[in-house]
């Protein structure tokens, strides 16, 4: 086939069309890009088809084949923008998992004795639910997050209403499974196990939604009431000897566990061995987060 050419007899360059399916990826992987950068309204003109159509460089009229209309595509956007490992999963902070085990590393003469294990669990909760309130305020994915859910509040009931809370739930449930499986090995690992007459059927379930309400119920308080991300105090609030810095999220979250938890005096005796296994898992719970 003779290789066709422009006027001044350079070969012309055509792009190999791209199906339909290639294009509806490009399409959303662009616009999901876009938002991340510049974040999302709470509303259905989130971002001009035209950008997206040009920053994508896809065929309009291939673009209109696959969504008759724009909020046909915005619908599609919104609801790949809460899948389950976009917004939701930004709870899930492997620095704050990194933090607290290697803290554990480093203190593991804290296991030896009763009143030093709650120490410890403590201070775990204290350092752990700061860094994690911010990772959650810094994160774009979460302000993401935030919007969507307030965008399903303002949707008629309709399968993009259905489809959203879905997918949302999905996000909640991917980031809920992870924690409930990191704290249950915590909890055993540090002496603790969950009280039985704290509430009627608690799990590690509950541990979870209970202390993930109250950081990332604060979080979005710091919307409206920005000093609660900046208020520190000095003390010791849950009487374990160590007088330390507090922040609103590290109190709420520390409340809501030893509320949960008391000690699991069937475990045994704390000797060497049992601190070898208590070093191991802490590194293995570390290095997979």
Known sequence: MTEALDPFGAPIRRSARLSDQETADRMLDTAVGMVNESGLQVSYGLLRLEDVIAAAGVSRSAVYRRWPTKNHFFADLMKRLAGEDHPGAVAYDT?????????????????TTPGDRRKLLVELCRQGALQNFEAIVGSPEWHI????????????????????????????EAFVAKMTTFYEAMVGLLGFRLRDDAIPGATYRTLTTLGASVVEGLSINTISTPEVASTRFTADPFDTGLTAEWSLPALGYTGVALTLLEPDETQGEWDRSRLEAVRELLARLRDAA
């Open 145 to 172: 997050y935030i919007a969507l859910n307030a965008t399903v509040l303002s949707l008629p009931d309709n399968e993009l209403e259905h489809d959203m809370r879905a997918a949302l739930g999905s996000s909640e």
């Open 95 to 111: 620095a704050t998992i990194e933090q607290v085990t290697t803290f554990g590393l480093e203190h593991l003469d804290w296991f």
